[in-house]
């Protein structure tokens, strides 16, 4: 079985300061991880994924996310949070091989407060 | 056209009716899933689809829920006799495959309403 997890329901932040969305995972074997973003009214969009390789990857909107194996762990991170970052992200996880259900998160609602 | 396709964007049924809802994928997108959004529940794991068939069917809630893909492409999810628990936003998703074109795209979902 697979299972993502993110502890928190919202962050809040101010405009200008850094943000961390985490989660954590579950898989057996290694893991495909991804980050998603579902602005207010519109589709989930994606934003980046760790398949293999360098374990920092960066994506869209200045986004970044370090993979690390140890704390399974695969926090969304960015240096300088916007007002128009404030939207709905779901952390994801499917395993390498197979077939590709891909399980996501609860999701953490991200406020940026100007 | 470019995107995924979901239709009916709204639908409105009362209770112990039988709904479709549709998923016209990206072209030549291999993959297709079905995920529930509820609210404060995330997204739940319907169905999936690499092909024309199923090799995970294990999130449908019930009996009452099917789905079936036809010509590797458009994708009807059936639910019978609805319940009120069964409101939420169906979403659909697409993808090329794994590796580098391991991404999902989503439709913009049918909100599901059962009175």
């Known amino acids: 079985a697979q299972s993502v997890a993110q502890p928190e329901d919202q962050v809040n932040v101010a405009e200008g300061n850094p943000l961390t969305v985490k989660c954590t995972y579950s898989?057996?074997?290694?893991?495909?991880l991804f980050w998603y973003v579902q602005y207010p009214n519109r589709g989930l969009q994606f934003l980046l994924k760790?398949?293999?390789?360098?374990?920092l990857v960066k994506g869209s909107y200045g986004f970044e996310a370090e993979f690390n194996k140890s704390q399974t762990s695969f926090h969304l991170k960015k240096p300088s949070a916007l007002v128009s970052d404030s939207a709905l992200y779901f952390c994801?996880?499917?395993?390498?091989?197979?077939?590709?259900?891909?399980?996501f998160g609860t999701g953490t609602k991200l406020q940026v407060i100007p | 056209g470019a995107g995924v396709s979901q239709s009916p964007s709204n639908k409105v049924t009362e209770k112990g009716k039988d709904v479709e809802l549709r998923c016209d994928p990206i072209?030549?997108?291999?993959?297709l899933y079905w995920y529930r959004q509820s609210l404060g529940q995330g997204l739940e794991f319907l169905i999936y689809?690499?092909?024309?068939?199923?090799?995970?069917k294990s999130g449908l809630p019930s009996d009452r829920f099917s789905a079936e893909r036809t010509g590797g492409s458009v994708s009807t999810l059936t639910i019978q006799r609805t319940q009120q628990e069964d409101s939420a936003v169906y979403l659909c998703?697409?993808?090329?495959?794994?590796?580098?074109?391991?991404?999902?795209?989503f439709g913009s979902g049918t909100q599901l309403s059962v009175l």
């Open positions: 998703a697409s993808s090329l495959g794994g590796g580098t074109n391991e991404k999902l795209f």
């Open positions: 898989v057996s074997g290694n893991p495909y």
């Open positions: 760790y398949i293999t390789g360098d374990n």
């Open positions: 994801a996880v499917r395993v390498h091989g197979g077939y590709q259900k891909v399980t």
């Open positions: 072209s030549g997108h291999t993959a």
């Open positions: 689809f690499q092909g024309n068939s199923a090799p995970d």
